[in-house]
């Protein structure tokens, strides 16, 4: 079967949207060992930032084993900016640790463990685990490092323009929050799937593709400066833009169904820089795939 017969038959798996039974989304059985909770982010990619900035990856690469051995995982940065901002037992808000860095082609992957346990300290931890295990749908968090920058420099983005580009950080922070900071970044997932599962080899499970992290950049100011988020306002985050392009193929505006055809077509419909599309329609067929398989 060629590419394109192949893809079409993936489709079949696939009648709107990607949901199965009843307009249910899909969900994957968080990954535990004994009482520990484990969280996949995809953290930061080469995107360029609200400040017309782009952090390298090989900076938050070489300060890796500094924000493991130093850095958290919190609500909205408050554990970084609480103190300035007079936020009351700020540290509480603190849920969870980094146990693991990898970087791979221009994304920095982590994987979290959040803390568990009763008690005052353990309270939003639980919360948050309960909000991405315990409903239908879950919630969705979005990631957002935070960190001092050491260095910067002057570089071009992915569509040739000049870009500031943070070169070293002192990384010490990701913060999860509601609003996404960058659009394009998966939201924070209980298993690893899509581009985290090639990361750390786990099962292709979806779970909605719910989850995920992002607060105010002027809030983070100082050592806490370290952001990364899209300037392009026609980038979408990759639910909207999986059941939008379902209906255009569904709807046949979308005429082919070879992987180099489909990112052009993403490319021309939705304004995407390449490697976003790119990354977006291999997510794409891989939720096809994991559709096609749970319909068997």
């Known amino acids: ?3 394109e ?39 930061s990619n080469q995107m360029r930032d609200l400040q017309g900035e782009i952090v390298l ?77 315990d409903i239908s749908p879950p919630q969705r968090w979005y990631p957002s490092v935070g960190g001092g920058v050491a260095d910067k420099g002057v570089g071009t983005d992915a569509r040739g323009n000049k870009v500031a580009v943070i070169r070293q950080v002192r990384w010490t922070n990701i913060g999860f929050s509601k609003t996404p900071v960058n659009p394009t970044l998966s939201t924070i997932s209980t298993s ?13 499970l979806l779970k909605g593709l719910e989850a995920g992290g992002g607060s105010d950049v002027a809030t983070l100011t100082g050592g806490a400066a370290l952001r990364v988020q899209s300037l392009d306002q026609q980038l979408m985050s990759y639910v909207d833009f999986r059941d939008q392009f379902a209906s255009l ?3 046949g505006e979308v005429k082919t169904m070879t992987q180099p055809g489909l990112i052009q077509a993403a490319q021309e ?14 997510r794409f067929l891989t939720d096809l795939q994991s559709a096609l398989q749970e319909k068997r």
């Open 57 to 133: 990856a090989k900076a938050l690469a070489e300060s890796a084993d500094y924000y493991l051995k130093f850095g958290n995982l919190d609500l909205e940065h408050y554990t970084q900016i609480g103190a300035k901002k007079g936020i009351p037992n700020y540290e509480s808000f603190e849920i969870g640790r980094p146990i693991e860095v990898r970087v791979q082609n221009d994304v920095t992957f982590v994987k979290g463990q959040i803390f568990c346990g009763q008690g005052p300290a353990a309270e939003r931890a639980n919360q948050f685990w309960s909000s991405i295990t």
């Open 5 to 43: 017969l192949e893809n079409l038959a993936l489709l079949d798996a696939l009648p709107d949207h990607i949901t199965v039974g009843g307009g249910q989304m899909l969900k994957a059985t968080p990954v535990t060992e004994g009482r520990d909770r484990f969280v996949y982010i995809e953290a």
């Open 1 to 3: 079967m060629n590419e």
């Open 192 to 204: 690893a799937f899509g581009p985290l599962a090639k990361s750390w080899g786990a099962a292709m």
């Open 269 to 282: 419909r939705f304004d995407l820089p390449a490697e976003a599309a790119a990354d977006y329609i291999e």
């Open 249 to 251: 193929i569904h709807g």
